[in-house]
Every structure is written in C-alpha cells, then in structure tokens.
C-alpha cells in the first residue's frame, strides 16, 4: 500500500544530566532505558510519513482505536529542569500510541494467526501487545518476555499507533474474534485497545503478584485504568473485599463500577485507619501499587501489613517511579510480607485470557469516557498533565 499518513510525534533533545553513562543498551543521541535522565524539552509535534509496507513475518494494521496512556503523558510532560517524567526505555523522535486495536490489512507470507494456527488473511481484528521481544535472548528463551534484553517498544522507542496504519511482529498480534457477540460496531475496537492495559494488570495481579484465593481481600492504590482494570480482574476472581484508595471522584466511581467494593479518599481520611477498619482489622492479602508516588503510600501499607491480622501479605509494584520506597525489614520478617516488582503484560498467556474475560462478561469499555480524532491528540495528552477527570481518552480515526 502507498501512500502518506500523519502521526503523532515526541520530539525532544537528547541532553543527558552529569554523571550518566550509556548502557550496554543504550544508543548515542536515539535511545536510552532511563528517559528521565537523558531527554529534555519535549514537544508534540504532527509529522507526515510514508505508510509502511510489512516484511514476511510483520502485518500492517488500520489503527482503529487507541487510547492514551498515563505513559505518553509522562513522556510529554517535563520536570522544572525539562527533563521528561517517564524514567523507562524511550528513542525519539517516535509516533506515540500502544494501547490499540485495527484492522489487518496485509499480511507477510510467514505471518500467522495463533489463534487459528493459520495465516492471516487480511480484515481480521486484532489488537497487540505493546513489548517487542525478540524471542532469542536469555530471558525470552526463559518465558520472561517482558523483560527481554532486545526490548522494543511501540510508542516508545518505535512508531506506535497515534497514526493510521502500523507494521508490526505477526507474533505480538492477538485476535479480537471472541469478542464479535459481545460489541458491535466501533466498540469492538473500543475494547480492543483496552487489552493491552488491562494485561498490564492482570500480570501484575495475577502473574506477577500469585493471583488471590476467593474470598481474599485486596487493595488498588491508584485508579488509574491499570488500578481499575485490576479492580475487575480480582472481583471476577472472587475477591470478597476490593478497596480501592484514589483521590479523583471520577475515577474512584469508575473502579466502584467496574469491581471495587470501597472507596478510601486518602486526601480525607487516614489510610490505614479506614482499610484495617472496612476489613475488621484483618489487613490485606494482596496491595497493587499503581500511583507512582511510593514515598507518599508506602508508609500507610505498611502500617495495615503490620497491624492487619493477615500473615503473607503481598505488594506489587506496578506504577514507574524514580523514587524509593521507605521499606522497614522488620515488618516483612515478621509478617511474612513480600513486596514484588511487576513490569509488563507479554507471556504466561495474558493476552488471550483477558480477552476471554472481556468476551464472557468483563466489560472494560465504560472506561472509555472521551472519544478524539487524530488532530486533538495533543492538546489532550497535555491537559492530561493537570487534569485526570476523564479516566481513558480514545483516539478513533
């Protein structure tokens, strides 16, 4: 296919601060896994680009629906110096976007679908994972893709899906077929870009952090689409309580929508107080951590993991952030406590189980609360910096 198309593109300086030195993964003026220490100034910028053409293993895909990720604000938005917030692996200038579905419209020869062990023929709807692993490495060949030593990153460090069409590893490709019966018209792709988040979650969640017994208690920190998703995924697990502590109303009331069963504002009310009090002083088996902010939270986790009466505590670390966490060894000795690092959503078959959860009832598009074209994608991620009422902005061509 020919032709031109626009994208939405960060732009920003390659200045790294005194004292960095380039990784082994690093490349001079393109690409670095510490963003927040190397880049500055950045600005979004719509640029025009040829539509690229895939190779036998790759598929091009009409983007159809793609929403905007705490990721690409974090990206835009630079701290009192210019540098960027995101502290992760970053190569500009790049077309933001990665959570999002199309259509395929071309297919290599050896591009196949994994759903029906066939290759794609053209006019399937997909979605995809956002992590590029290369499948050869030490961790790869291990099962842990999501932390490849090859990692690319749509949106990231290559073109993501702010655009029209993107090309794209047939082996991240996932079908939305399950989905047919349950959404119709452009909320198939609603939903469809709404994957990649929620594995986000679910491996955090259920992969990464051990999953939950039914009738466990959890608590979100953060209801962020990640903290909310995981709301859902651990309510259809059975859980019997699921607090969720978020200072944004509209967000809080989405999560009480989507599987949350209590709000703690933690601008109001003490933390610990409130959780050891809804849980009749019995704690939590499983914290996620998704604000970011582990200084500001951590203290008051702590607190319910040492006076809850709930032994074997897990935390999961889910939101990027610089800052280190106050830890007390002493708490996690005593009370058997774990605290467990999540990053991604690859493998351990994520994908086509939120999928499954999504075709059976799960339905994550009311988080979906604003719908964009392309030409607004901008103005929207800035504002994003400030205002965080809308819970997930959707760019739909």
Known sequence: MKGKMEGVTLVADWDPKPGFKLGAKDIEGRQTYLGSLVWRNPRIEIREYDIPTPGPEEVLIEVKACGICGSDVHMAQADEDGYIFYPGLTGFPSILGHEFSGVMVEAGKNAFDKRTNKPFKGGERVTSEEMLWCGQCKPCADGQPNHCERL?????????????????????????????????????????????????????????????????????????????????????????????????????????????????????????DRVLEITDGMGADLFMEATGLPTVVYPGIERVIWEGRTLNSRVVVTARAEAKMPVTGEVLQVRRAQIIGAQGHSGHGNFPRVIECMATGMDMTPMSTKKIKLEDLPENILRLQTDRSEVKITYLP
Not at 210 to 235: S, T
């Open 152 to 272: 690319d990153e749509i949106g990231f460090n290559v073109h993501g899906a702010y655009t029209q069409y993107i090309v794209l590893p047939s082996r991240t490709i996932w079908s939305l077929e399950p989905l047919r019966h349950n959404y119709k018209g452009d909320d198939i792709f609603v939903a469809g870009s709404l994957v990649e988040p929620t594995c986000v979650a679910y491996n955090a969640v259920i992969e990464r952090g051990g999953g939950i017994r039914p009738g466990d208690r959890v608590v979100i920190l953060g209801a962020g689409p990640v903290g909310i998703a995981a709301c859902a995924i651990l309510k259809r697990a059975g859980a019997s309580q699921v607090i969720v502590s978020e200072t944004g109303e509209n967000r809080a009331k989405m999560a009480m929508k989507l599987g949350a069963d209590y709000h703690v504002n933690p601008l109001k009310e003490d933390f610990a």
